[in-house]
């Protein structure tokens, strides 16, 4: 059973975002009030990704066609329990989804894929653009929603140009991350090139050649337009580590352990997982993948022949009692103390095929996010206690990570030496750092741009306008009863109900106006005693109402997305009104 959650005040996590007349943006050139904006412009809209880590999707409209650049969802945060995923809201994207031309993958990661499942079928399923291995974990994962549809992954290599709708071409080139297959994209407009690196970091070869370097040469000599820069190490100074000199780390660390090795990373480091069973195989060690989305990237990775180590090299995880320890390497999720993932069953004793061993080593290859100090800490003393070795960052390099840092960003600010330097990825500090970072490559702070989610950005060819529309960014959050794990959702519910207790919306809708037939009922239990809240629940009705009437009259009524609705806004009202999140079911009967 994981440690109760201690409840709190539950600050709010996303700091109040200021007006847009008090937001001050670091570029000082535009002023909407005073001069028209342009007609003729291409419409640039993020619409996640600017202020958290994650949810990353944005999309590039000119007239007809818009050009989607990437679809993922975000993890949970402290404040939204019984919430599987936090996807982007597409409210805006739903009006015109017919003009919607092209979905751009840059890499298979959930920040950027995420999402997919939920939203390509409100989207009109519209062609997918990806390199081979994102688009088989695509098709690998959709396959878990039976409602979604089939996608329509058309599968580009490096270089490929697409010509799409009238007016825009695409075109991929590589960059280097943590997982195989990851790239960038040129949007060409008539704007000029929108240049989007999606996660990248540099990696260099032992003479210090930095992989792609002609490539950003390449791009820079095109001329750029606005280069959207990954920008979640801005505050981490110096250049990368090369993953050549982590790989020979970590082959010495695994030289030295006499018994088992039990490495513990993260699922989507697909290229150091691949580096790693192959030292395995070479120090005649079986490897056994323990989790499940680990197993099944591997898998993948392993059947498109990116992998180049033997079949039998990875083991069952029953073949562990016939295997000397010496023999084994044991390669796990749960590296930042995730109270269910693999490695917490394995340090509390409750892995049915995995148990600590006194002469075991245990190797931390990833960073600590903030915010799981705590939680790693536990894990790592506990396995002290058993006996057992712990190497982890701290000791030795062995990790790092897959965004570019400072030196690094520096570099492909220079190289890529675009018009308009708009940083993505990660909170509003990290983004201003790497503004500030850009002025020593030359680029003042009045070409850079600090756009918040929503903010649509007009780009003529000698302008980057950010405006005063906005279109709407709040929370969309998943629940995903009956998909994955069974148990932990309904050990979650549990918990939740147990803690925050339930609300149950029953709406009745005529289904043809799409108007309430009568008044919601709302039901509540262990929450709080609703007869003596009298103001409460009128609010909460007049919400409901509010929500019902907001949505479009002439679409047909789409339960799924009311309910989503509800729970999203209804959830987030009680919060703001109670300090607490209960549960909330909400039941939609169509008459
Ligand atoms: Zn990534
Ligand atoms: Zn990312």
Do not use: W
């Not at 018994?259 to 070479?282: D, N, P, W």
């Amino acid at each position: 059973m994981p440690t109760k959650t201690t409840k709190k005040a539950a600050p709010k996590k996303r700091a109040a975002r200021p007006k847009a007349q008090n937001r001050k943006s670091v570029s000082t050139k535009q002023s909407p009030k005073t001069k028209p904006l342009p007609k003729d412009a291409v419409r640039l809209v993020p619409l996640g990704g600017l202020e958290e880590i994650g949810r990353n999707m944005s999309y590039i409209e000119y007239k007809d066609d818009i050009v989607i650049m990437d679809m993922g969802f975000q993890f949970p945060e402290e404040d939204t329990p019984g919430i599987d995923y936090i996807i982007p809201n597409i409210e805006s994207l739903r009006v015109k989804k017919d003009k919607i031309r092209a979905v751009v993958i840059t890499h298979g990661h959930y920040d950027h894929i995420g999402a997919v499942p939920y939203l390509m079928g409100k989207l009109g399923n519209p062609p997918m653009y990806a390199l081979k291995l994102p688009k088989a974990i695509l098709e690998r994962r959709q396959e878990e929603f039976v409602n979604a549809p089939k996608l329509n992954i058309i599968e580009v290599k490096y270089g490929d140009k697409k010509k799409i709708g009238e007016h825009i071409e695409l075109e991929f080139f590589g960059v280097e991350h943590t997982i195989p297959d990851s790239m960038g994209v040129i949007v060409k407009t008539p704007a000029g090139n929108i240049v989007n690196f999606g996660d990248f970091h540099l990696d260099r070869d032992k003479e210090g050649n930095i992989f792609h370097y002609g490539e950003m040469e390449r791009i820079g000599k095109m001329g750029v337009h606005t280069f959207m820069m990954d920008s979640t190490n801005a505050l981490t100074p110096g250049f990368g580590v090369s993953e050549y000199e982590v790989v020979e780390n970590l082959e010495k660390l695994f030289k030295d352990a006499n018994g088992r090795i039990i490495v513990a990373t993260f699922s989507s480091m697909l290229t150091r997982i691949g580096e790693m069973i192959k030292i395995a195989e070479k120090l005649n060690r079986k490897v056994i993948i323990n989790g499940r989305s680990m197993k099944q990237n591997v898998q993948i990775a392993q059947n498109l022949g990116y992998f180049k180590f033997k079949k039998d090299t990875i083991a069952p995880v029953q073949e562990l009692k016939r295997l000397k320890d010496e023999n084994v390497m044991i390669i796990s999720t749960g590296a930042q103390g995730e109270p269910n993932a693999g490695l917490m069953r394995i340090v509390n004793g409750e892995h049915r095929h995995i148990q600590i061993k006194e002469n075991d080593t245990f190797i931390f290859s990833s960073s600590v996010i903030p915010g799981n100090e705590r939680s790693v800490q536990n894990l790592t003393d506990n396995i002290a206690r058993q006996g057992a070795m712990v190497y982890n960052t701290k000791l030795i390099d062995i990790h790092k990570g897959g965004h570019a840092r400072q030196e690094d960003l520096k570099i492909a600010i220079s190289k890529i030496n675009p018009k308009f330097l708009m940083p993505i990825h990660a909170y509003y500090h990290f983004r201003f750092m790497a503004g500030q970072i850009a002025q020593e490559v030359g680029i003042p702070k009045e070409r850079v741009r600090l756009v918040d989610n929503g903010q649509v950005c007009l780009l003529t060819k000698e302008d980057f306008i950010i405006t005063e529309e906005e279109v709407p960014t709040n929370y969309v959050m998943v629940d995903g009863l009956g998909i994955g794990d069974v148990e932990e959702v309904v050990l979650r519910d549990r918990m939740m109900l147990s803690e925050e207790g339930m609300i149950v919306i029953i709406a009745t809708i005529n289904r043809k106006t799409g108007k309430l037939i009568k008044n919601p009922d709302i039901i509540s239990r262990g929450f709080i005693y609703l007869r003596d809240n009298q103001e409460l629940l009128k609010e909460m009705r007049a919400k409901i109402k509010g929500i019902v009437s907001r949505i479009p009259r002439q679409q047909q009524l789409d339960a799924d997305y009311l309910k989503s609705l509800f729970r999203d806004q209804i959830g987030q009202f009680v919060f703001r009104k109670t300090r607490r999140r209960p549960m909330v079911l909400p039941v939609i009967i169509e008459i």
